[in-house]
């Protein structure tokens, strides 16, 4: 008899427990390694690149509202 139906009833496996038996992290782990590795990428480029600009929150296009006086 399977562990998942006992005694006429079917155990819910709360999602650590699947975690645990497919030997596999949890969604918010990978998503945070993924960020992780996008900053690293991001960090190595040069200072021109888009992605970099938005990170260091420099505007590339536009002007500030200090210059429309």
């Given at each position: 008899m399977s562990q998942l139906y006992k005694?006429?009833?079917w155990k819910i496996k709360w999602n650590q427990e699947i975690y645990n038996e497919f030997?596999?992290?949890d969604?918010?782990?990978v998503i945070e390694v993924h960020r992780l590795e996008w900053l690293g990428d991001v960090a190595r480029?040069?200072?021109e690149r888009t992605?970099?600009?938005l990170l260091?929150?420099?505007r590339?296009?536009?002007r500030k509202m200090?210059?429309?006086d």
């Open positions: 005694n006429g009833y030997k596999s992290p969604i918010v782990t480029m040069n200072g992605a970099r600009k260091e929150g420099k590339g296009v536009g200090e210059d429309l």
